[in-house]
């Protein structure tokens, strides 16, 4: 069974709200799935090659993504993730730069192989958020060949 891992940092719970609807999606397309925060101290002892997905989401604040998915991209960078199949996603009130950011460093630093495009959302139960979450899961699943 192929194994996704989504790793967000939240901080009004709708990161979270989404990365759970991805994990549904990939669910439902026959993916083992761990979902984790950012935050979480139990992210130190993560080995990434047991996954075949890696699926990152932070919240935009202030324009910035939240500093816990910066200082996890610290440390991936030193992870063999080339490859790799990868996605981002993220929510924000206004203008939504993290999950960009994020995708392009998956694509651009690490030489992973990245779904279409990162998944923006003002919130997971805002007007089709739920469909399309389960959406890109299942897209992720796909591209790892589920």
């Not at 989404?18 to 990939?26: D, F, Q, R, T, V």
């Not at 083992?32 to 699926?55: G, H, K, Q, S, W």
Request: glycine share 12%; proline share 3%; charged share 20%.
């Amino acid at each position: 069974m192929k194994k996704a891992l989504i790793i967000y940092a939240t901080r009004t719970q709708n990161t979270k709200g989404i990365a759970e609807l991805i994990a549904e999606g990939l669910r439902m397309s026959g993916v083992e799935v761990t979902l984790m925060n950012a935050n979480d101290p139990a992210l130190e002892n993560v080995n990434f090659d047991d996954y075949d997905a890696l699926i990152l989401g932070s919240a935009t604040y202030h324009g910035e993504m939240m500093q816990h998915m910066k200082t996890l991209l610290f440390r991936l960078e030193s992870a063999n993730l080339s490859g790799k199949v990868g996605g981002s996603f993220g929510a924000f009130g206004w203008s939504g730069e993290a999950p960009v950011r994020i995708f392009d460093t998956m694509a651009n630093v690490f030489g992973m192989k990245m779904v279409s495009g990162p998944l923006r959302l003002k919130s997971p139960s805002i007007g089709g958020a739920i469909q399309m979450a389960q959406e890109y899961g299942k897209e992720i699943a796909k591209a790892m060949g589920s």
